[in-house]
């Protein structure tokens, strides 16, 4: 890996292109998403996204931007909570899930309580101290420059705002790797292959879960951004960890 190469999954690629490659594969993933992320996850992911949001302290009346949003399924918990006097932002660099995305908020009754808009994590669309909080669920590991997004996240939050991080992590325990590894590497591509018809997209998630920095790295690189008090909790022995650090 050079200045001008980066990783995208397991392959060498120069920088500029990366983010092109992810925006396909998102378009192409964009319909199958939901459904996809519950066979692959039996359905684990919804436990872990209702986790990060009841744990994140966010409360009525909160700005929050929902970054990496999406197909929505963070905002889609966090609306309840910010409630009427709240408001939520779903960014995306990827207009397809997005619209995804809108379409199910509004399905869920949410019309007019939420804002979609397109955006680059690494170069975020508002003013310095604008959001009470900034949420990225499974989306940082998909950004080329991940310290320029972390810079980004806390320039935009206001003092006293927190970033909150759900991302796969490091497995911890030997035994439960072998299983994941035998079932990522071996089935999830599989799956990605027999039902949504795109094997190459669901072989890049492994590969770009692997690629992540571990839990110690992330929370280095959060106090590197200037987020403060900085700490993560892991869930499901290290598959995934919420990572949490507040603009003071
Ligand atoms: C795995 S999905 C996660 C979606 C949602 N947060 C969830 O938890 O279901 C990752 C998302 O990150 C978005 N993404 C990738 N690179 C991005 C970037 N540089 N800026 C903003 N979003 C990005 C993708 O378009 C995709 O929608």
């Known amino acids: 890996m050079t200045d001008k190469t980066t990783h995208f999954g397991y392959q060498e690629v120069a920088t500029e292109k990366k983010q092109g490659l992810v925006n396909d594969v998102f378009s192409s993933v964009a319909g199958s998403y939901d459904v996809m992320n519950d066979l692959m996850s039996m359905g684990v992911h919804r436990l872990w996204k209702r986790h990060f949001v009841a744990t994140s302290g966010i409360h009525t009346g909160n700005t929050?931007?929902?970054?990496?949003?999406?197909?929505?399924?963070?905002?889609?918990l966090l609306l309840p909570v910010v409630g009427k006097t709240g408001h939520v932002v779903v960014g995306d660099i990827n207009a397809e899930m997005?619209?995804?995305?809108?379409?199910?908020l509004i399905d869920a009754g949410f019309f007019g309580r939420f804002e979609v808009q397109t955006m680059n994590a690494e170069k975020l669309p508002f003013e310095d101290n604008h959001f009470d909080a900034v949420t990225m669920a499974f989306g940082l590991r998909n950004v080329t420059n991940k310290d320029k997004a972390l810079e980004e996240i806390h320039r935009v939050l206001k003092p006293g705002g927190k970033a909150?991080?759900?991302?796969?992590?490091s497995v911890n325990n030997t035994l439960l790797k072998k299983?994941?590894?035998?079932y990522s590497f071996n089935i999830l591509p599989k799956i990605g292959e027999?039902?949504?018809g795109d094997k190459d997209?669901?072989?890049?998630?492994?590969?770009?879960?692997?690629?992540?920095?571990d839990q110690t790295t992330l929370q280095h690189m959060?106090?590197?951004?200037?987020?403060?008090?900085?700490s993560f909790q892991n869930?499901?022995?290290?598959?995934v960890a919420i990572h949490k650090g507040y603009k003071l």
């Open 201 to 213: 997209s669901y072989q890049y998630l492994v590969e770009s879960i692997r690629k992540h920095p």
């Open 194 to 196: 027999f039902v949504a």
């Open 164 to 169: 909150l991080v759900l991302e796969f992590s």
């Open 222 to 230: 959060f106090e590197q951004a200037g987020l403060e008090m900085c």
């Open 179 to 182: 299983f994941y590894d035998t």
């Open 64 to 76: 929050v931007l929902d970054l990496a949003g999406g197909t929505g399924d963070i905002t889609k």
């Open 235 to 239: 869930l499901s022995g290290g598959m």
């Open 98 to 104: 997005l619209e995804v995305g809108q379409q199910r």
